[in-house]
């Protein structure tokens, strides 16, 4: 079965950057979207940014000119670049995977911005 495996995660100060990666066990050959999302503490989880297959993206309207969503199809990897991270960024970010009617999730990686 494939699965999503997420690195990239950290504490970092208000004003940083860090970029997450979540990588796919097998290449994709159908047709899909890949989103982030991220849960805070005590709030839902939202949707933060989603490229599909054919190099569309969308985000979250509190992240747009900060973060950018960009895929590898080489290395089944999909990265997320967060810049000038603040506070309210802190969560646990999920990568999560659409491909037909399949929903695949990764593990999830705590991002932490804090003086």
């Known amino acids: 079965q494939l699965q999503l495996v997420e690195s990239g995660g950290g504490l970092v100060q208000p004003g940083g950057s860090l970029r997450l990666s979540c990588a796919a066990s097998e290449r994709i050959s159908s047709l899909y979207i890949m989103y982030w999302h991220r849960q805070a503490p005590g709030k839902q989880r939202e949707l933060v940014a989603g490229i599909s297959s054919g190099g569309s993206t969308n985000y979250a309207d509190s992240v747009k000119g900060r973060f950018t969503i960009s895929r590898d199809n080489a290395k089944n990897t999909v990265y997320l670049q967060m810049n000038n991270l603040k506070p309210e960024d802190t969560a646990i970010y999920y990568c999560?995977?659409?491909?037909?009617?399949?929903?695949?999730w990764g593990q999830g990686t705590q991002i932490t911005v804090s003086s």
């Open positions: 999560n995977l659409k491909v037909r009617t399949m929903d695949y």
